[in-house]
C-alpha cells in the first residue's frame, strides 16, 4: 500500500501539497506517484520567481521510461526549487514526501488548496482508481 | 488481458509490475529496473522471453529457402547449432522483421522472430516456404529464458542435465546446442556474456525459481531496454521497420551481397540504394542533463564537399516566398528512434537515424528546447565496459 499522510492534501493528478509555518507551501509528488513512474532519473523544477496558475505544467519528472509533467496544484510565486534533485533524482524515490519535494511558492489564492483532496480521499481516489 | 507465458504467475508472485508488450502481459520490473540493469552488466539476471516465437523449419531444401527469405546468408553456416542474426526484408528492402537463425542439421533449422511481429513472420515465411516444400512448425509448447552475465553461464550450468550441461559449457559465442526438448545458446540481447534456453513450458517455473536460488537476479523488459541499448543493438519497431531498410538502420553488417548470384528478397532494392547518400543510424550521447526519447527531433549540420561541418542555417522562414537555399546548407532534421537514460554511464544515450552527411555536433529539441549531443559509434557498453568516452 501506498503511503500517504494524513497532514498533507492532493490533486487528482497526484501532487501534494504541505502548508508551511512561513504561509507558503510546499510541493511534490505522492508515494503513489513516484511508485508508478519507478527509478527516476532526471528532474526538472521551476526557476525562482516564476509565477504559476493552479494546474499549469511547471515540473517534469524523467524516469527510465518516460517523463511526466508536475502541475503546481496552487496559484502564486516560485520562491525555491528543490536543487538537491538535480544529483540525486532517487530521492524522490526514496522519501517522496521529505528530502524528494519539488518547488515552493508563496500563494497569492489560499482556496486553491481547499479545493484540494484530503488524505482519506486521495486514498478512495486512489482505490477507485485502480478498479 | 493479454497473452501470458507460462511464467506470469511466477512473475506477480515475485512481485512484477506488469505492462502490455505486443499483446502480451510482460514484468517490466520487480521493484527497481536499475537495481535490474546492474545485476546483469556486474552478475547475473533473466529475463523470461518466451513471448517470442520459436519457429522450427524442416526439408530438404530449407537451407535454400533460407538463403531466399533472409538478408543475411545461412550458407556461412556449416556447424550445426551455430546462430546467425539475420533481417527478413519486403522486396522494397523494408524490414519484416530482425532474427536470430539456429542451424541444426541440413533438413532442420530454427528461427527466433520478435512477440510483436509472430503473426505476420509466420504468415510471411509460410507463403514463401510452400515453394521450397518446407514445413513451418511454431512451438508454441517452448518457454525461454535469457540469462545474461559476467557470472551468467557459471550460475546456469549446474541447472542443466549432465548430458547437456558438458555441450553447453564448450558453446562458443553464437552457438547453441540440443538435448531432448531443451537448447541452450550462448546469444543474448544485453552485451554481456550468457545463455538463452528454450525449454518444455511445464518446466519453466522450477527452472526459473531454481535459477533465483542460485543467486540470478529476474529481470524485466524496462532493464532488457537499457541493456540493449547500451549494447547498440536495435529493437523491432523502433529503430527499423518496414518503412526503413537495414541500410539506413545500421544493419548493413547483415546483408550478405556475396556470393553475387544469391537471390535474395529486397536484393534488387537494397543494390539500388547501396553507396546512396542515404539516412544512417547513430548513436547519441547527450552533453547535458536530460532524457533522449524516441522521436524527438534531431538537427544535424551536414558536412560539405570539401569534409569541413557547414552551420546550421537560420531556421527556414514561414513566409513562402523567401528564396529557398541550396540543399547542402541547409539545417537537415533526423530522429532519435530509441531513447534512454543509460544507468552505467549515468548519461542519456539513444539511437538516431540522421542525414548521411551529419556533423559530429547535433541538437536535440527536447520539450522545445535545443540540447546538444554528440554522434558516436555504438555500441556504448559491452561486457560490462563503457566504450564511449563521455
Given at each position: ?21 512561513n504561509?507558503?507551501?510546499?510541493i ?30 511547471c ?73 | ?46 529475463f ?49 522483421d ?20 509472430r ?32 557470472n ?24 547453441g ?179 548521411g ?20 559509434k ?13
Amino acid at each position: 500500500m501506498s503511503n500517504i499522510p494524513s497532514d498533507l492534501r492532493y490533486t487528482k493528478s497526484h501532487e501534494w501539497v504541505r502548508r508551511e509555518q512561513n504561509g507558503t507551501v510546499a510541493i511534490g509528488i505522492s508515494d503513489h506517484a513516484q511508485s508508478a513512474l519507478g527509478d527516476l532519473v532526471f528532474v526538472e523544477v521551476p526557476d525562482v520567481g516564476r509565477a504559476v496558475s493552479a494546474g499549469e505544467a511547471c515540473a517534469v519528472v524523467e524516469s527510465v521510461k518516460a517523463a511526466s509533467d508536475v502541475y503546481s496544484p496552487v496559484s502564486g510565486k516560485v520562491i525555491a526549487g528543490n536543487a538537491a534533485l538535480a544529483a540525486q533524482p532517487e530521492l524522490l524515490n526514496q522519501d517522496p514526501y521529505g528530502a524528494g519535494w519539488l518547488f515552493r511558492v508563496q500563494t497569492n489564492s489560499p482556496a486553491d488548496e481547499a479545493g484540494l483532496m484530503s488524505a482519506a480521499d486521495y486514498a478512495n481516489y486512489l482505490a477507485d482508481s485502480a478498479k | 488481458m493479454g497473452l501470458k507465458t507460462a511464467l506470469y504467475d511466477t512473475h506477480i508472485l515475485q512481485g512484477a509490475k506488469i505492462v502490455d508488450f505486443g499483446g502480451w502481459d510482460m514484468p517490466l520490473h520487480y521493484g527497481s529496473q536499475i537495481e535490474e540493469h546492474h545485476a546483469v552488466r556486474r552478475d547475473a539476471g533473466m529475463f523470461d522471453v518466451s513471448h517470442m516465437g520459436v519457429v522450427d523449419l524442416s526439408g530438404d531444401r530449407v537451407r535454400d529457402f533460407l538463403r531466399r527469405v533472409l538478408a543475411n546468408d545461412v550458407g556461412r553456416l556449416t556447424i550445426p547449432g551455430k546462430a546467425l542474426y539475420s533481417c527478413m526484408l519486403l522486396p522494397g528492402g523494408g524490414v519484416i522483421d530482425d532474427l536470430i537463425v539456429y542451424f541444426i542439421s541440413d533438413t532442420r533449422f530454427r528461427v527466433v522472430v520478435n512477440a510483436s511481429t509472430r503473426d505476420k513472420d509466420l504468415a510471411w515465411i509460410s507463403r514463401h516456404a510452400a515453394d521450397f516444400a518446407v514445413t513451418v512448425a511454431l512451438q508454441r509448447d517452448l518457454a525461454m529464458i535469457a540469462i545474461q552475465g559476467p557470472n551468467a553461464r557459471d550460475k546456469t550450468l549446474p541447472l542443466l542435465a549432465p548430458a547437456l550441461r558438458d555441450s553447453a559449457r564448450a558453446l562458443a559465442p553464437f552457438s547453441g546446442a540440443a538435448f531432448d526438448s531443451w537448447f541452450v545458446a550462448r546469444t543474448g540481447y544485453t552485451g554481456e556474456d550468457g545463455f538463452e534456453v528454450m525449454l518444455p513450458a511445464g518446466e519453466a517455473a522450477k527452472t526459473w525459481n531454481a535459477l533465483r536460488a542460485q543467486g540470478i537476479q529476474p529481470a524485466g523488459l524496462g532493464a532488457r531496454d537499457t541493456l540493449r541499448l547500451e549494447a547498440g543493438m536495435n529493437l523491432y519497431g523502433n529503430d527499423m521497420d518496414e518503412q526503413h531498410h537495414p541500410l539506413e538502420s545500421g544493419l548493413a553488417w547483415t546483408v550478405a551481397f556475396e556470393p553475387g548470384g544469391r537471390d535474395f528478397i529486397g536484393r534488387t532494392a537494397l543494390e539500388g540504394l547501396r553507396g546512396a547518400a542515404g539516412d544512417r543510424l547513430v548513436g547519441l550521447i547527450l552533453e547535458e542533463r536530460g532524457v533522449l526519447r524516441s522521436h524527438q527531433k534531431v538537427v544535424v549540420a551536414v558536412t560539405a564537399r570539401d569534409g569541413a561541418a557547414v552551420d546550421p542555417a537560420p531556421p527556414p522562414r514561414a513566409d513562402a516566398t523567401a528564396p529557398s537555399r541550396a540543399d547542402a546548407t541547409a539545417p537537415r532534421t533526423g530522429e532519435v528512434t530509441s531513447g534512454t537514460f543509460s544507468p552505467t554511464m549515468n548519461r542519456s544515450i539513444a539511437l538516431a537515424r540522421v542525414p548521411g552527411a551529419a556533423a559530429s555536433s547535433v541538437q536535440v529539441e527536447i520539450r522545445g528546447k535545443m540540447h546538444a549531443a554528440r554522434i558516436v559509434k555504438p555500441p556504448f557498453v559491452r561486457h560490462g565496459k563503457v566504450l564511449i568516452p563521455v
